[in-house]
């Protein structure tokens, strides 16, 4: 089960381009049984390709194949939880990078290594470091192991190779860590998809989405809280008013509900992303357009879903859309839609909503 908005790059790819790439259910059969894959980030973000292997499952051959195939920095995704238990301290105070990628000061293993550098050192390392008993006494800073703090709540709150590996090992039932390393090609330059392809081909590795990996969490995990319901009178009429909190970043979203919804009969359905300086100064008011083209049908969700951003005007990214598309999604599963008439501004071209047992059978322009 999986959601994903067809962007401009989608359309761009080739498909055979899009034939190589394997499910998330796919990688993660590999991921369980402890081999390496590769994940390929947004084109518009970094466009890159990394390996990924659990930490604990990490030996000094794949170390050493990371070295000398993947030829990028090898570095040490965890969780916040295991940062702080060994007390690694930030790499800077003030991060200025354009992903605001976590690194922590290097590290070493205490003990049982010797230069440090070498495949068996660095996998030592990894170990040591990753086990769940571990201690700030049990390595050494500076070293040749970078870790990277992924954010809490993975790839639904940053879209990186960081919270991916943190991603897939929690979803294995592995230790929320692993290993990561971009994959460059012969003459230094950053390998894309289609080298990435071939990397894969000759390697016989599977090549998975990050963007599938949101999905699938979208689809699987549970996000969304109901916390109130209560009654609004709109020009003499009666709607249902239910606040759900979810767990990505505590943000409220108001679902207002026209009539009983029932999965056996189609629902008039908006989502609408909440911006106060849009919505309250423009001249054309979203809400009341959309409560008078709720009117013509039987049952009908407004759904007003707050953002980080929802007090100043702002063009909505591709991780936010996919986001909220999701949350949205289980929320209105949880109130009982299942057919829906969608109501939006323009045309959306939105596929795998079938995942979350819904399906849109009408757009209709508001």
Do not use: W
């Amino acid at each position: 089960m999986s959601l994903n908005i067809v962007s401009k790059q989608d359309v761009a790819r080739t498909s055979e381009d899009l034939s190589v790439i394997s499910s998330i259910e796919d990688v993660l059969d590999d991921v369980r049984n402890g081999r390496m894959v590769i994940l390929v980030d947004d084109e518009d973000r970094e466009n890159e390709g990394d390996l990924i292997i659990p930490a604990q499952f990490a030996t000094p051959e794949h170390i050493n194949f990371m070295a000398t195939h993947g030829r990028g920095l090898i570095c040490l995704a965890m969780d916040q939880a295991g940062i702080d238990r060994l007390g690694l301290p930030q790499m800077t105070a003030r991060n200025t990078e354009a992903f605001t990628t976590a690194f922590t000061v290097s590290i070493e293993a205490k003990e049982g290594v010797t230069t440090g550098i070498s495949a068996p050192d660095r996998a030592r390392t990894i170990q040591v470091a990753t086990d769940p008993n571990a201690t700030p006494d049990d390595i050494v800073m500076p070293g040749h192991i970078f870790p990277l703090a992924a954010r809490d709540g993975g790839t639904l709150v940053r879209i990186g190779h960081t919270e991916a590996a943190v991603d897939l090992a929690r979803l294995c039932g592995l230790r929320p860590a692993g290993v990561i390393c971009e994959i460059m090609k012969d003459d230094g330059e950053m390998a894309r998809l289609p080298d990435l392809i071939a990397f894969a081909q000759l390697h016989g590795m599977k090549i998975g989405t990050i963007a599938d990996l949101v999905s699938h969490r979208l689809a699987t995990d549970d996000l969304v809280e109901k916390v109130k319901v209560e009654t609004l009178v709109i020009d003499n009429k009666e709607y249902s008013v239910i606040t759900y909190k979810n767990s990505i970043n505590d943000m409220d979203s108001i679902a207002v509900i026209k009539g009983d919804v029932r999965p056996d009969q189609p629902t008039a359905v908006r989502v609408h992303a909440l911006n106060i300086m849009r919505d309250v100064l423009a001249c054309e008011n979203p809400v009341h357009q959309t409560i008078q083209a709720m009117e013509k049908y039987e049952t009908g969700v407004f759904l007003l879903m707050q953002s980080s951003t929802s007090m100043m005007p702002s063009k909505p990214s591709a991780d936010g859309a996919i986001r909220h598309y999701g949350i949205g999604a289980q929320i209105l599963k949880d109130i009982g839609v299942r057919d829906m008439i969608l109501l939006t501004p323009s045309e959306k071209h939105v596929i795998g909503l079938q995942g979350f047992g819904l399906n849109i059978i009408k757009q209709e322009t508001v």
